[in-house]
């Protein structure tokens, strides 16, 4: 699928609209610059969506949202909502640096030092350094505040030694963002500190886990006297918490994060499947029905999820704290991504073993979007906490 009918969104937002310049000025240059479809192996996937956002950045259209002095378009959250809207319309591979594109960089430009913005942001922007996210721990996953990793300042050096888990594509990057203990007797969200961490050294172990859906898409990383120049601190030492949290906004409430339009994309794919399972027999009648009727849900609920983002876009544009709007957009989009991906599974049957295809890998891999950035059960504590008011 190379282009879509944009109405295939749903209703036009007023702000948004299809015929927005913007809109028009991306999508021909996409148009001039179609991308071949991502590779199964997923090695060759990671090198292909490297060599696009490489293409892309090369023509500025990498970082919009990043102030205009670090190299970005200084655009508003509107015009970034409309971005992440024609990226998937086009079919375009999903970004390859998100660790370091939508986290740490807008981290770093709220909490770092001019020298660690200048070394680091230009790299992210490119694509030419690729970022993990190293925060949780075998015993500290939804509650992090538990971590136990280690730093000790000797001489000119951090000395780090600790285990992270579940540490998305740590096997292809060069640098990882570590939260760790640097006050000793510490506990909890206090003695906590953000550091950048080169991959590339001895004292950094990186060991892939296989998922279910055969990917190795996430690992864990050993760190045994591993070494941190000492001033690659990110904002305070021992004031880690408050970078983490500046983090956690936009990990949570960035609208490339929650991706609906490419839910819309992939439901479009959902409804080709199900109308050839049902020509060759495939399915049957009562089952195709059903299938239909699971789909029209998920248009609904991709829609809502749409109208959040919007929201939450049009809030953002006029200067309001999302806080904990966002883990509101978390919750919607994990459970969306896990009944899409068994939709397209169920909608393509036994024939898509027979045609040697992987559609089964949507519903297998969906199963940790729940997960992601906390489970659905501690964003539903934030948002009844935090958003109702309700006690704990």
Known sequence: MTSLDHQVLGPAFAQTPYDHPFRVELRAWLAEHPVDPEPLDQDARFRHRRDWHRTMAGNGWVGLHWPVEHGGRGVDPLTQFMYYEEVALAATPEPVNTPGLILLGPTLMAHGSAELKARFLPGILSGDEMWCQGF????????????????????????????????????????????????????????????????????????????????????????????????????????????????????????????????????????????????DGTLTVDRAA??????????????????????????????????????????????????????FADASGARSLVLGRHDTHARLASRAASIYSGTSEIQRNIIAERLLGLPK
């Open 136 to 279: 949780s721990e075998p015993d500290s996953g939804s509650d992090l505040a538990s971590l136990r990793t280690r730093a000790e300042l000797v001489g000119d050096e951090w000395i780090v030694n600790g285990q992270k888990i579940w540490t998305t594509f740590a096997q292809y990057a060069d640098y990882c963002f570590v939260l760790c203990r640097t006050e000793a007797g510490s506990e909890r969200h206090r003695g906590l500190t953000l550091l950048i961490c080169p991959v590339d050294q001895d004292g950094v172990t990186v060991r892939p886990i296989r998922q279910i859906s055969g990917d190795n898409e996430f690992s864990e990383v050993f760190l045994d006297d591993a070494r941190v120049p000492k001033d690659w601190v990110v904002g305070e030492v021992g004031q880690g918490w408050s970078a983490a949290m500046t983090l956690f906004q936009f990990e949570r409430g960035d609208q490339g994060y929650t991706d609906h339009a490419r839910m819309l994309v992939h439901l479009l794919d959902c409804e080709d499947a199900l109308r050839v399972a049902e020509a």
């Open 290 to 343: 059903d299938a239909r009727r699971v789909q029209r849900d998920l248009w609904v609920r991709i829609q809502e999820l749409r109208h959040l983002n919007y929201r939450g876009a049009v809030l953002a544009k006029a200067g309001q704290e999302l806080g904990a709007v966002g883990s509101m957009t978390n919750l919607v989009w994990g459970e969306l991504e896990k009944d899409l991906g068994s939709a």
